[in-house]
């Protein structure tokens, strides 16, 4: 059973820096998909990136794009998301998933069906 694990969440002021951390274990996790996904207060789940299993493939949003960077290093089983100049509209509880089949095919429309626990960030003006 595949297992996700989300860390480096906390107070960040608008403008800093912030890495969030997604350790995976149960499955090889060189042949998976993964991505990240955020939710607001009182607002739906949102997906803003994600990475091929490979490292070479990504995918942002257009309310992270230029700002967030996704990574993985398969060998510690491990992907990350960099989060800079960050807004006070970024905080949200973070999430990251990855497909229970570990997907292979287009990284917006494969099947997050695993979940880690989620981190909170809060950005302060």
């Known amino acids: 059973q595949v297992q996700l694990v989300e860390s480096g969440g906390g107070l960040v002021q608008a403008g800093g820096s912030l890495r969030l951390s997604c350790t995976a274990s149960?499955?090889?996790?060189?042949?998976?998909?993964m991505g990240w996904f955020r939710q607001a207060p009182g607002k739906e789940r949102e997906f803003i990136t994600a990475?091929?299993?490979?490292?070479?493939?990504?995918y942002y949003s257009d309310s992270v794009e230029g700002r967030f960077t996704i990574s993985r290093d398969n060998a510690k089983n491990m992907v990350y998301l960099q989060m800079n100049s960050r807004k006070p509209e970024d905080t949200a509880a973070y999430y990251c998933?990855?497909?229970?089949?570990?997907?292979?095919?287009?990284?917006?429309?494969?099947?997050?069906?695993?979940w880690g626990q989620g981190t909170q960030v809060i950005v302060s003006s």
């Open positions: 998933a990855t497909p229970r089949t570990g997907g292979g095919g287009s990284l917006i429309t494969a099947r997050y069906d695993v």
């Open positions: 149960g499955r090889t996790f060189s042949s998976a998909t």
């Open positions: 990475i091929s299993a490979d490292g070479f493939s990504t």
